[in-house]
């Protein structure tokens, strides 16, 4: 749930022994200032008693509700195995790929994806670079770096709109980045390790996709292996 909005209330040191709120108290500009939560003044009747008290609104900020993306990842993980999301290894997505036409959901950033991709794979982003530096994109930079999630990017907005423009709701699909991730449990890891890919597969069953699989090691495994892979060369 997201945290309570807090508003921003100036008054005059007179009024402060009128107010009969809970409130944090700070002195700023000769007025004592108040923090209270916005419920205690949403309704515009509260919000004119204030008024009559000289308590002037002056600001409030509401912290963003989590994006589904942002859910954690014991939530993401639960949701996957109802949905019987699968986790196929590199050759097995090369077999399914050739004989049962499944379409790879390279969910990299597009540089990683013109780098090297598998052929017939299908670029589309999940996370792309943080362009503002504002205090809010700081911390959210800080809250994907902690989830090991591509440090300096957020969530593309425009991420299920851009696959149901090439992908059917019934297309078969194995969803990869770079890491692969996991939903086997280790010792250490008792809820296996969430990763792009799996964050990909979890949006896409929220949205309606029905056949929708995994790359177990990612495409670093892939590589590895030395399976088919494309490489774009770059525009000059």
């Not at 700023?28 to 939560?37: I, P």
Request: glycine share 6%; hydrophobic share 40%.
């Amino acid at each position: 749930m997201a945290a309570a909005s807090l508003t921003s209330i100036s008054l005059h040191s007179s009024a402060s022994s009128a107010m009969g709120l809970a409130s944090k108290q700070c002195q700023h500009n000769n007025h004592t200032c108040c923090w209270l939560t916005e419920r205690s003044v949403r309704s515009s009747s509260t919000r004119q008693r204030l008024s009559s008290r000289g308590l002037k609104i002056r600001s409030a900020a509401t912290k963003q509700v989590k994006s589904p993306a942002e859910e954690e990842w014991k939530t993401k993980r639960e949701v996957l195995l109802q949905n019987k999301v699968r986790s196929v290894d590199v050759k097995e997505a090369l077999r399914l790929q050739k004989e049962n036409k499944f379409v790879i959901l390279d969910v990299r950033p597009e540089a990683e994806f013109k780098e090297a991709h598998p052929p017939g794979a299908i670029n589309v982003q999940i996370y792309r670079l943080i362009k503002e530096w504002t205090a809010w994109d700081i911390a959210r930079r800080a809250a994907f770096a902690f989830f090991g999630i591509f440090a300096g990017t957020e969530e593309n907005p425009e991420f299920i709109q851009s696959v149901e423009s090439q992908l059917d709701k019934k297309a078969k699909i194995i969803v990869a980045c770079a890491a692969g991730g996991t939903m086997r449990p280790t010792q250490n890891l008792p809820e296996g390790q969430q990763s792009r890919s799996l964050i990909a597969a979890y949006l896409l069953v929220l949205n309606g996709y029905t056949n929708v699989f995994h790359l177990e090691g990612g495409l670093y495994a892939w590589f590895k292996e030395g399976l088919p892979t494309v490489e774009e060369e770059e525009e000059e």
